[in-house]
């Protein structure tokens, strides 16, 4: 029996993950579940799992759990803030740890995690973009054990040589495809693009995902956070990934040997696949996922990517190449943005001019040090506020 906390439950990623749980009651037992103010949500999962901790990131959302707890007569404890977030994320009898907050948010319960030498199955990609040698590094220090859920990494892992370890440089390889759908505008007619509004960009054409990432597809920053993502889990280079528009999300990604082989992993677009892969490796379960129809699919294609079209992308291989503490500002700076946006305080093709912006202002700095990751992160929220105030005013 695995023991698991999942973290940022009532997600989209959590949701997804419990009803991989809900197929294997002998293989997995929920010890804690968290999220941050969604208490309905967090309530009906209480009653259906059942775990011995339910935490609220937000102090008024845990006092309203506590008592519905009670009025529901459940044995479940109930913890707020981080300090919740990072016990249950590192208490002894806990094996697993779906780490699925979005955002920054993630950062301290899955290092929590990490450091005490958990298998992290890691959905929370900012992360590994804000601080990416420090989350390595307490992987590597704690014998913990690192599983991507993100597709495209989940699906690299599965294309990586037998034995393969993450965060370890792959033998024999020639470079990572990173595929990435396009998003829903890699059609549009760019003079379009300014007046996009948030139901928009969420809709996306082929994955059903928080809002908050919906937005980063449709930007593209998704696969430039991705791009930096990729770097840490299988210790390459920015310029030993490509980027590849292949607008059916049939193939995750691929891995393209030195021998001329090239392996993808393929599935029906749906992130049960990845986190039912990670859940249960080295062995395989049931998932829910409908098989694939290759007649249905018909064709695969692939693109390039329009650079032009999409600057998010660029800025973030432009982070990745200088390293440090750049990736930690394009991070924050895309969060705030894309709250801004969500809020309709600003345009969607604003977005990335933003954040270049901010990215011109603040110095890269070796990023080394969680004191200096933090200060990174504020000072450069700060900075975005004060860029969307500046370019809002009038
Ligand atoms: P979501 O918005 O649907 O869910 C986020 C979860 O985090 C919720 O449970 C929410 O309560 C919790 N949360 C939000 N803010 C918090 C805070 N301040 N403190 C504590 N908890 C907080 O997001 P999602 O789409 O499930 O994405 C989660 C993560 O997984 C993101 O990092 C995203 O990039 C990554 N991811 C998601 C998908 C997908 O298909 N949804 C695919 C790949 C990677
Ligand atoms: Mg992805």
């Known amino acids: 029996m695995q023991v698991v906390t999942i973290l940022g439950a009532t997600g989209s990623i959590g949701v997804s993950t419990l ?26 999962q209480c009653q259906e799992f059942k775990p011995d901790y339910a935490v609220m990131a937000d102090k008024t959302a845990a006092t309203e759990l506590q008592q519905a707890i009670q009025t529901e007569k459940l044995d479940c404890e109930v913890l707020s803030g981080n300090e919740g977030l ?17 955002g920054a948010a993630g950062l301290l319960p899955s290092l929590a995690a990490a450091q005490a030498g958990k298998r992290v199955l890691l959905a929370n990609k900012e992360a590994l973009v804000m601080s990416g040698h420090l989350f390595m590094q307490a992987i590597r220090e704690n014998g913990a054990e690192l599983l991507p859920i993100d597709s495209e990494h989940n699906a690299i892992f599965q294309s990586m040589p037998a034995g ?25 007619d760019p003079d379009t693009l300014k007046s996009v509004t948030p139901e928009q960009a969420v809709a996306h054409p082929n994955w059903s995902m928080g809002r908050k990432i919906s ?9 430039g956070l ?3 993502e990729a770097c840490w889990l299988f210790d390459v280079g920015p310029d030993d990934i490509e980027v590849v528009i292949h607008r059916q999300s049939v193939i995750h990604s691929m891995v393209d040997y030195t021998d001329g082989s090239v392996l993808a992993q393929m599935g029906n677009p749906d992130m049960r696949t990845p986190i039912a892969h990670a859940m249960a490796w080295p062995e395989r379960i049931e998932s829910g996922v409908a098989p694939l129809d290759m007649f249905s699919v018909g064709r ?3 693109e390039l990517p329009d650079l032009m079209r999409f600057p998010c992308l660029r800025l973030a291989f432009e982070a990745a190449r200088a390293g440090g503490t750049a990736s930690t500002v394009l991070n924050a700076a895309n969060e705030v943005a894309v709250d801004a946006f969500l809020d309709r305080k600003l345009g969607f093709t604003m977005i990335a001019e933003v954040i270049e912006a901010c990215m011109s202002v603040i110095e890269t700095q070796d990023a080394d040090t969680l004191e200096t990751i933090l200060s990174v992160d504020a000072q450069a929220r700060s900075v975005t506020q004060g860029i969307i105030e500046a370019k809002t005013a009038n």
């Open 19 to 44: 009803d991989v749980i809900r197929r294997h009651p002998d293989r997995f037992k929920v010890l804690a579940l968290t999220a941050n103010k969604d208490v309905q949500r967090m309530l009906m």
């Open 86 to 102: 990072v016990k249950v994320a590192s208490l002894p009898e806990v094996d697993a740890v779906m780490a699925a907050i979005v």
């Open 164 to 188: 393969y370890k993450t965060g370890t440089k792959p033998v024999s390889v020639r470079r990572i495809l990173l595929t990435a759908s396009g998003g829903p505008f890699r059609d549009a």
């Open 215 to 223: 937005v980063d597809s449709a930007t593209m920053m998704n696969k």
């Open 226 to 228: 991705e791009l930096i």
């Open 300 to 302: 695969l294609d692939f």
